[in-house]
């Protein structure tokens, strides 16, 4: 009879053990997020973010509404960047959401997503990263990630740090005034009828 009843319980419980596979979980964080840019599906991609990174879309929002090449210069590149982008790909229409916002700041990625993966994953606690596999082969970048409420959002605030530290790197490198660097991504980004230096506002 106890023998039985064990047999049950494992019977009931192993399921939930078996669909508890963190490394499961966060690849269907990161599907789920790629399915949503390709299809622009805003909410949906904005939902697989942690609470501090939608909070960093919106901050993102906010200087491509309003701060002038002054105010924009002082931020760090990886925010140039994506301010940046939300100008070129909004063409003049201001996004009303910040959700709207991270469809036009994944444009570029939208445009390469077929070769992107993810490779092996590492977690620490409530903590993982990924290793990004470009074209077969590994990046320097990671993905981030973070269990929030007892599920894996990605830590777009963590890749963009990454991104800061190698993108500062290359620039030291260059030797190059940043001014000059600056003016030579922003002439990068622009596209026909947009100065990605003016406020959307």
């Known amino acids: 009879m106890i023998r039985t009843k064990l047999t049950l319980l494992a019977f009931l419980v192993l399921p939930f053990i078996a669909s508890a596979d963190p490394t499961s ?7 789920n997020l790629d399915q949503a840019v390709l299809n622009k599906n805003a909410q949906e991609a904005f939902s697989q973010l942690s609470k501090e990174s939608q909070a960093y879309v919106e901050n993102i929002l906010q200087l ?9 210069s002082e931020k760090p ?43 092996e994953i590492t977690i620490d606690g409530d903590e993982a990263n990924a290793q990004m596999i470009m074209n077969g082969k590994v990046s320097p ?20 740090q990454a991104t800061e530290k ?18 030579q991504m922003a002439r990068v980004s622009q596209s026909a009828g947009v100065n990605v230096w003016t406020p959307l506002q």
């Open 25 to 31: 979980e966060i690849q269907s964080t990161f599907n």
């Open 77 to 119: 590149i990886s925010t140039i960047l994506s301010v940046f982008a939300i100008r070129k790909e909004a063409k003049g229409k201001a996004p009303t959401s910040a959700a709207d916002a991270l469809i036009l700041m994944s444009e570029d990625y939208a445009k390469i997503s077929s070769n992107v993966s993810l490779g």
């Open 141 to 160: 970048m990671d993905y981030a990630f973070v269990k929030e409420d007892g599920s894996w959002k990605v830590d777009l605030i963590e890749q963009m």
């Open 166 to 183: 190698l993108m500062s790197q290359s620039m030291g490198a260059t030797g190059a005034p940043r001014k000059m660097i600056l003016d």
């Open 64 to 72: 491509a509404l309003t701060a002038d090449k002054a105010t924009l």
